[in-house]
């Protein structure tokens, strides 16, 4: 009877038996319960439930669960974006219009499709310690990154808003000298000249250096320096870095410096424009910079209650659609028995 379902009937009657035998026998319980062939925790279930009906023990239905054809939609969205992660897919699908879900939703869905993989990496520490601006063009954050293209070294200088993500300006040049610096942040400057942010790199000498110094002070800026041998107080573009290397240079394969520009310049107008940026609250740096981010949030918190009130009338209505079926069939029933019961009269 293991695995098999048991009427309520003979399932009290071998709970009887059980009892029978015992108190006449002096055998354990156990014992009886192993020649009926059942296991020891279907016996205590069954003695538990004695001379009850049974019941479905299925979840009764909740407004917030997703419909079949939003779980398709998930698993279809995933299968053309593989390489983004689940909170980044929930933002992504809201903003297209594809489906209305939180991240939560999200992860359960994939999780339960074996479509995601384990997460190992150590809690970030991001922010700790450190005032993080509350307007754009407040911190600028700049650093030096080496480019190796076919056993040439080139160096890709950077300059991002701390506030928004926002990549300023970015070259490739063919040395980092603290002149190669000041020219690329003097772009930036051209493109922001409102601006006069702080700005943060780390101890390298072309930023110690005078001139630099003085190149600083001239364009009404300030400059700190971030701690010796620790890459992560200036974080922000280390992950700048860190994402152009994972997502565009490996990928890409460079073959010149002209081809590393190109690519480089269209994974900027990505990573500026379309790219959902999980540090700002997935929306794009341009938005963050041109202060749609709230905007956004809230069109987000609106479609999700539009779906949360949608499931919940579908809900309804599938259940008033079954009442009335209900309905119908028990008039149906009474109306039958009347007439068998009329007929029977008759003879």
Known sequence: MNGEWVPPDLRDEVIDYVRYWSDRTALAKTQLVRWVEISRSKYYDWRSRYGKVNEHNAWIPRDHWLEE?????????YSTHPDEGYRRLTYMMMDTDVVAVSPTSVYRVLSAAGLLERWNKK???KGNGFTQPLTAHAHWHTDIMYLNLYGTFYYLISVLDGYSRY?????IRESMT???VEIVIQKAKERYPEAHPRLISDNGKQFMAKEFKEFIRFHGMSHVTTSPYYPQSN???ERWHQSLQHECIRPGTPLSVEDARRIVEKYVDRYNNERLHSAIGYVTPRDKLEGRADKIHAERDRKLEQARAR????RQERENALTVKRMVCEKFDQSVKQKQAMLGSNL
């Open 311 to 314: 499931r919940k009338r579908n």
């Open 235 to 237: 974080g922000k573009i």
């Open 167 to 171: 990549v300023v300006e970015w070259d």
């Open 123 to 125: 809690v970030s520490k």
């Open 178 to 180: 603290e002149r190669d």
């Open 69 to 77: 054809w939003e779980h398709k939609a998930i698993r279809m969205f």
